[in-house]
């Protein structure tokens, strides 16, 4: 069966560093979605992407985040310069055709651990 | 906030009752949706309800809205200990998927 792929599955890195999560949606998906969840709360919606660009985002998504397809198969979210409380398990969605299907498919998530 | 709050925080239940697990929202919406997520993994779809639909039934999964409320409620029958996971209900305000989760239900299915 189609999946969503995340990598990496963890990730340690220091505060102030660059990090990128990559995520492979099912092939045939044309609406992508990042969101995250910190540990012990709620799933938070970050971003949405259709088209090359992005949908609608949340207040969360500010400029140290951003989002890029490079490559028509791959979908990443870049955090520029982490801060402690950007650790999070980050979770990358993919959905066929938007609000008409509704079903989102959800990958394992990144673990992102921010010294 | 149009989050949903999830009731009861968590549920304990012996393999073959019913667990009933309701959430509550706050804006009016597109649609509902309910998920499954087990410990440190991904989030499962399980069935969507829109506003105009009062009931939904997939297999052993019985989902109610009341927009008047604002409420809805998911029914597990005859639950097995694979049910064991925390469930979500998700409100879409436009239809778009921008989805804003509960706080969740934990469900422990005692063999």
């Known amino acids: 069966e189609p999946e969503v792929t995340q990598t990496p599955s963890h990730q340690v890195t220091q505060m102030g560093q660059e990090v990128i999560l990559r995520c492979v949606p099912i092939?045939?998906?044309?609406?992508f979605y990042w969101y995250r969840q910190i540990l012990g709360q709620k799933v938070e919606f970050l971003v949405s992407?259709?088209?090359?660009?992005?949908?609608?985002k949340s207040e969360i998504f500010d400029d140290q985040f951003s989002v890029e397809r490079p490559d028509g198969s791959n979908f990443t979210l870049k955090i520029r310069s982490t801060k402690l409380e950007d650790s999070a398990m980050y979770f990358c969605?993919?959905?066929?055709?938007?609000?008409?299907?509704?079903?989102?498919?959800f990958g394992e998530g990144s673990r992102l651990t921010v010294l | 906030s149009q989050q949903g709050e999830e009731d009861p925080q968590a549920l304990s239940i012996q393999e073959g009752e019913n667990a009933t697990m309701n959430c509550s929202y706050k804006t009016s919406i597109n649609n509902l949706q309910w998920y499954r997520q087990n410990s440190g993994r991904g989030l499962v779809h399980l069935i969507l309800i829109r506003s105009n639909e009062r009931e939904k039934h997939s297999g052993r999964l019985r989902v109610t809205l009341d927009t008047s409320k604002k409420s809805s409620s998911l029914l597990i029958t005859a639950s097995r200990a694979a049910d064991t996971a925390s469930y979500f209900c998700a409100t879409d305000i436009s239809g778009a998927n921008n989805l804003f989760f509960g706080t969740g239900t934990r469900l422990t299915v005692i063999p």
């Open positions: 992407f259709y088209n090359n660009e992005i949908s609608e």
């Open positions: 092939s045939n998906h044309l609406y």
């Open positions: 969605a993919s959905n066929l055709a938007g609000g008409r299907t509704g079903e989102l498919f």
